[in-house]
Structure formats: structure tokens, C-alpha cells
């Protein structure tokens, strides 16, 4: 993870991450750029959980492209409300967006055009804020947001950058296919035949993706359909720790910046009492070809 | 009667807005189990939507901190991408949307962005989330929301979703809003709902214990009142038992 960071996202990259809005965040990846000290980030995404807010916090981001920044079961991001209030860490431009938007906006760039129109947005003060929406008419055009790089976690890939999930998938496949590159992590790094096996449920062309890494519990505390729950816990913590910037500072050194990578950080978790043990395998699909 | 928390009684309310066989748009929070109330008594034939790219016919078998947690997953009749859930609703299929509001005005106008000038704000909230989408599109809305004065105001210093605009006839029509518009707010302390053709928001009734009087000195404006003002019924045996279930922690009715 840190080699893929350091050749993949420099500092004042457009970073799509948390595609997935809950579940499959790359926390891992994150905390590798707050590692790294990535700064002049322009973060895109739906709603990316408290990792958004982690980042802001940490004084890595510009700028937030965004539906919804915050902490989905706890509520506000501290962070990210100090950021855009009080300049601290370090003031933030914030263009905002809806779900559907923010979808619509990648998708445009993933089709290379400049604008796809919407019926969603009107009447909504969004429109006031964010010059990249405009109103013509019974429409709205919603200008491309185009990334350098996508982060996904997903359950599996192979080395050839063919990266299987499953679940509900939110703006993850036009986030790939906008971004110039995208970065994989996966819990279980398989052969390509179980992949290709599979090729409807490979996410990216494999030509998008530019580095894989195998990082098992690289999601924690957001959940992954199969192997870990969400930890709820894990998030309530984390709301009331980031309350004050030394509770924050507290938290990011505990977990972020004293820690080398993703094994050790997994050491500190109960991951046990996470990992899922009902499993729900899918009947396979014949791709006989006779 | 049971001894119930006001978000139970919110919930149990939410639940009966949904009609058998509506296609509703979840949502986070309260609505997640307003769903599986509804669809463990009235409304055995509605599906649930969720933006996170699901469709549901049965209410999840675990806890949901999230709309995308693996219990929500397991069962779906749908798992997608993010813009098929969003095609159905800008396809005017979506017949009911719930959403959550950190402040809300007399027209039913939505503030989930920023309290205060957006350039130097008082206070910067999540944001829209599905909210504009919901309150754009959906056939039909409902807001749930914490009553204070300060959350139910005159004027709302940013429209995220938009309800009725400035409250004049056919403000949504004439501004291309392809849904209908919100039907209820439901508040921990009353229910508010809107003339048939959209407006200025009435009070149409208190929960038990509650006074017009006092929702009145809560609200940021001169609240209308209906003629009747009925008691907001209390949830029954079957609807506390439905969302104990769903919600055995009291994570989110506690």
C-alpha cells in the first residue's frame, strides 16, 4: 500500500474513494496517504463514511467534491465542520452534490463529454453553491468531474488488476471508469482464473487499474459483504474522540500515525467478533460456450 | 399501553405513511425500521430502496447501522449500482421518500447544508446525501425530524431539498420539480402536514401528552392549526414489538 500511494496519489491529486458509500471504504488506504502526508488532495465521492472526515482532519485536503461528509450512523464530522467554520486544520473549498450529481458527474467523465442533464436539483440552493450545476430550463447540467485516481476495496482480485465485488456497488463502476487510474485493495488475492471465471463481476478494465494490493481488514470499521460486519463501535468512538482537535490528534496517532501498515492496525482490532461466519455462497453462472 | 421513547412513536408513525405495494425510498436512521414495521403489518407487498444501489421486499434479518451493512444485502431482490436506484425514482416509480431534516420551514423546505451564510458558515452539516433527489423526484415525501425552535424556522438559510419553494400555488410544477412534494414532517412531538396542493404547513396532530400550545411555542412561525386537531395515536403492542425486534439495542429508538 505505501509503494501504490507514493507513485499513485502525489499531493494535489483528485482522489475518488469510498465509492461504495458504507461498505468497502479503503480506510487503509487513507490512513497510508495521512502517512505519507499527502497534501492538496481533491477528494470526489458519494458519501465516504468518517473517512472524508479523517483526512480533512489529518490536513491532507483542498478541496471535498461530496453529497455527504460526515459519520453515516453517528452524525456530524467534527472535522470536516471545524475545516469548513474555522479553517482548522486548514480552510477547505466544499462543492456540493447530490447522490444522483455526483453519480451523473462521474459518469460524464466516464463518457468523456463535458455535461450529462438532470431532472434532479432544481429548486435546490446546491445550485447557488456549486458552479460546476447549472440550470437551463426543465434542466440541470451537471458538469464531468473527472479524477486521477479511484481507490476501491473489494472482496478479491487477481495481480492483473481484475477486481471482483459484490453488494451494492454505488458510483464505484463511473468512478473507475472516470479516474485515470485506479488503485485496488483486496481481502483475498486469487489466481485469475477464479476472476475470470467471473468476468461479468469484474469491476474495471483491467487497463484502468495500475497497482493491487492484498490488504485483509483494509475496509475496517466499514463492512465487506462476506468476511467482516460493520463496527459500530469503532465509528461511535471515533465521534466522540474527534470532538476536540486533541482528541483527534489523540485518535490519528493511535491509529494512523504510529501504526506501520494495515497488519499492525488489524492487531489492535477484535477482528474476530467482526469476521462474518454465516456464509451465503452464490450459486456459480455456466459460461459453457458449446 | 407500553411506555414508549419518542422516536418509537416516530417510527411507528412513519410506518403507517406506507401503503401496500408503494416502492419507497429507505433511506438511513428511522425509516429503516418504519420499512419493517410496515412491511410486518399493512404493507406486506412494499419494497424498499436504497441509494446505495439495493431493493428490498423484506426487512433485513440484523441490526442496520447503515443501509449498506451485510444484513441489508443478504436477500435483496437487487443489488446494483447507485444510478439504476436513481433511474427507477427520476422515472417518477419511486411512490414514497423518507428523509431526514436538520432544519425544516413552513413551505417544507429542507436544510441538511450549511446554517448561516454557505461562505462563512454558522454551522456546516453532512449535506444533501439522497435528500435532493428524494424531495425532487419522489412521488411523495416524509421528513422526520428532532422538534426545536430553532430546527423549525421561518426561513431556512439553505434549501437543500426542496418542498413547497415560497409556498405560491404551483411553485413546484412551474420550476420543474417532478414529484409531489412533502406529505408529513413528523416530529418528536407532532405531526405536520400540507394543504393538497402543496403550501404552508398545518398542524394536524400532537403526540400523547403534548399540547397544540406547546407545539406552537416550539415552531419557529406562526403555525397554522387544523380545524380538528386529532392525538397522534400511539404505536400499538404489535408496532413496539416489530421495531424492538429490528432495533433490539435501542441504537436508534433508545
Known amino acids: 500500500m505505501a509503494d501504490a500511494v507514493a507513485r499513485f496519489v502525489p499531493d494535489g491529486s483528485t482522489v475518488a474513494i469510498g465509492t461504495s458509500l458504507e461498505a468497502l471504504i479503503p480506510f487503509a488506504a487513507g490512513h497510508e496517504m495521512i502517512r505519507q502526508g499527502r497534501r492538496e488532495l481533491e477528494l470526489v465521492g458519494p458519501i465516504s463514511d468518517a473517512l472524508f472526515d479523517q483526512l480533512v482532519g489529518a490536513g491532507c485536503v483542498r478541496q471535498v467534491t461530496a453529497a455527504w461528509v460526515g459519520n453515516v450512523s453517528e452524525g456530524l464530522g467534527h472535522c470536516y465542520r471545524r475545516a469548513c467554520e474555522a479553517g482548522i486544520p486548514r480552510p477547505l473549498v466544499v462543492l456540493d452534490h447530490t447522490n444522483f450529481s455526483i453519480s451523473l458527474a462521474l459518469w460524464a467523465a466516464a463518457w468523456n463529454v463535458p455535461s450529462l442533464p438532470t431532472r434532479t436539483l432544481l429548486g435546490s440552493d446546491i445550485l447557488r453553491t456549486n458552479p460546476g450545476l447549472v440550470a437551463a430550463g426543465e434542466l440541470v447540467q451537471v458538469e464531468a468531474v473527472r479524477p486521477d485516481v479511484a481507490v476501491v476495496h473489494v472482496q478479491r482480485a487477481d495481480a492483473m488488476g481484475r477486481a471482483h465485488a459484490w453488494g451494492p456497488l454505488g458510483v464505484t463502476e463511473e468512478a473507475g471508469l472516470a479516474a485515470g487510474r485506479v488503485i485496488v485493495s483486496c481481502e483475498e488475492l486469487v489466481d485469475p482464473s477464479v476472476t475470470l471465471s467471473d468476468p461479468n463481476r469484474i469491476l474495471f478494465p483491467e487497463t484502468k487499474v495500475v497497482a493491487v494490493v492484498h490488504e485483509p481488514g483494509g475496509a475496517h470499521p466499514s463492512p465487506v459483504q462476506g468476511f467482516f460486519r460493520r463496527d459500530h463501535g469503532f465509528y461511535r468512538d471515533y465521534a466522540e474522540e474527534s470532538r476536540s482537535v486533541d482528541g483527534f490528534q489523540g485518535w490519528l496517532n493511535r491509529w494512523v500515525t504510529e501504526v506501520p501498515d494495515r497488519a499492525a492496525y488489524m492487531s489492535n482490532v477484535d477482528s474476530a467478533s467482526l469476521r462474518i461466519t454465516r456464509h451465503r455462497p452464490s450459486e456459480p453462472a455456466d459460461y459453457g460456450d458449446e | ?254
Open chain 2, 1 to 254: 399501553m407500553s411506555d414508549y421513547t419518542p422516536q418509537e412513536l416516530m417510527v411507528a408513525v412513519a410506518s403507517r405513511e406506507i401503503q401496500d405495494g408503494d416502492l419507497v425510498f429507505v433511506g438511513m436512521r428511522l425509516p429503516i425500521l418504519a420499512y419493517a414495521v410496515a412491511r410486518n403489518a399493512h404493507a406486506p407487498n412494499a419494497r424498499g430502496l436504497f441509494e446505495v444501489g439495493l431493493m428490498r421486499d423484506q426487512p433485513a434479518a440484523g441490526f442496520l447501522g447503515t443501509m449498506g451493512d451485510p444484513p441489508n444485502v443478504a436477500g435483496a431482490l437487487w443489488a446494483t449500482r447507485m444510478s439504476n436506484v436513481m433511474a427507477l425514482m427520476a422515472q417518477g416509480h419511486v411512490d414514497l421518500g423518507f428523509i431526514g431534516g436538520a432544519e425544516v420551514d413552513r413551505f417544507g423546505n429542507l436544510n441538511t447544508s450549511y446554517v448561516g451564510d454557505p461562505a462563512q458558515p454558522k454551522v456546516k452539516l453532512p449535506g444533501s446525501g439522497g435528500g435532493a433527489d428524494i424531495a425532487i423526484l419522489s412521488r411523495r415525501w416524509v421528513a422526520l425530524m428532532r422538534h426545536e425552535r430553532r430546527r423549525l424556522v421561518e426561513k431556512v438559510s439553505f434549501v437543500t431539498s426542496p418542498g413547497y419553494g415560497d409556498g405560491t400555488p404551483h411553485w413546484r410544477k412551474q420550476n420543474g420539480l417532478l414529484g409531489g412534494g412533502p406529505e408529513a414532517i413528523i416530529t418528536t412531538i407532532c405531526v405536520l402536514r400540507f394543504p393538497e396542493l402543496g403550501g404552508e404547513a398545518y398542524l394536524a396532530s400532537v403526540h400523547p401528552g403534548r399540547t397544540v400550545e406547546e407545539v406552537r411555542a416550539e415552531t419557529g412561525w406562526d403555525l397554522k392549526v387544523a380545524d380538528q386537531v386529532s392525538e397522534t395515536a400511539a404505536p400499538s403492542e404489535s408496532e413496539l414489538s416489530a421495531i424492538r425486534r429490528f432495533d433490539p439495542e435501542g441504537f436508534w429508538t433508545g
